[in-house]
C-alpha cells in the first residue's frame, strides 16, 4: 500500500495554532495547564483528551476523570516500555558481573544490548504513538494493544511517511529541549518560563500525533 503525502509543514502550522489557541490569552487555563505538568497524570490526562481528536483544545475540568486518564496512559506507557527492562536484564546485568573478569566482554554485551534497546525503542515508539491514540479515541486500553489494527493503521498511512513525520516532530523536540536550555541557566525566571512552555510543547506534540493518526481512517 502507498505512503498517504504528508504536508508536514502543515501539520506543525496546524499544532503550533492548536498549541496556541490552548493558552494564549487564557491565563488561568495556561497556569492550571503549568500546575499539571508537575501532577504529570492530569497533563497526561489532558493528552487524552487531545488525542480524542477534540477541537478546539478542550478546556481542562473534571480534574479526577483527566488524572484517571492520566493514570491510564501511564499504564499503557509502562506497559509498552517492558520489553526494555527484560532487555537491560538480560544484557546490562550479566555485562556488569563479566566487567569483573572480562572488562572487554563486559563492554561488547553492553554495546550489544544498548544497540538492541535503541532498535526496540523505535519501534516501540512508532507502535505505541498509534495505539495510545487508539485507546483515547476508542475509551479502551485493550485498544491500545491491538496490535493487528495498529499495524494496518500505520500501514494505510505508510510506514515511511509516518516514519518521516515522527523524524520531523523528534526534531522539532531537539529544538524544543535546546530552547529550555538555554532558558534553565537564567537563574529563577528561566525555570518559571520553562515551566510555562512544557504545556505548549506537550498538547503541540499531542496534536501532531494526533494529525498523523487521523491522516488515514482508523480500522475498526
Do not use: C
Not at 569483573?100 to 544490548?113: E, K, R, S
Amino acid at each position: 500500500m502507498g505512503d498517504i503525502p504528508m504536508d508536514y509543514g502543515n501539520m506543525l502550522g496546524d499544532s503550533f495554532s492548536y498549541a496556541k489557541d490552548a493558552v494564549w490569552g487564557k491565563w488561568v487555563q495556561w497556569i492550571l495547564l503549568a500546575i499539571s505538568t508537575i501532577i504529570f497524570p492530569l497533563i497526561m490526562g489532558y493528552m487524552v483528551r487531545i488525542y480524542s481528536g477534540v477541537k478546539p483544545a478542550p478546556e481542562p475540568g473534571n480534574w479526577v476523570g483527566m488524572f484517571i486518564d492520566g493514570l491510564k496512559l501511564l499504564i499503557i506507557g509502562f506497559i509498552y516500555s517492558i520489553p526494555l527492562f527484560v532487555i537491560m536484564v538480560l544484557f546490562l546485568i550479566p555485562a556488569g558481573m563479566l566487567g569483573n573478569g572480562d572488562p572487554v566482554a563486559a563492554l561488547g554485551a553492553i554495546g550489544i544490548g544498548l544497540l538492541v534497546m535503541i532498535i526496540v525503542g523505535i519501534v516501540i515508539t512508532l507502535i505505541s504513538a498509534i495505539g495510545m491514540i487508539r485507546f483515547a479515541q476508542k475509551d479502551s486500553i485493550g485498544q491500545a494493544f491491538a496490535f493487528s489494527a495498529i499495524l494496518e493503521h500505520i500501514g494505510k498511512i505508510g510506514w515511511g511517511s509516518y516514519i518521516i513525520a515522527i523524524i520531523v516532530l523528534w526534531i522539532a523536540g531537539i529544538v524544543f529541549g535546546f530552547v529550555v536550555g538555554l532558558l534553565v541557566v537564567i537563574p529563577v525566571l528561566g525555570g518559571l518560563i520553562s515551566l510555562f512552555l512544557y504545556p505548549v510543547w506537550i498538547i503541540f506534540a499531542a496534536r501532531y500525533v494526533t494529525l498523523i493518526y487521523e491522516s488515514a481512517p482508523a480500522p475498526a
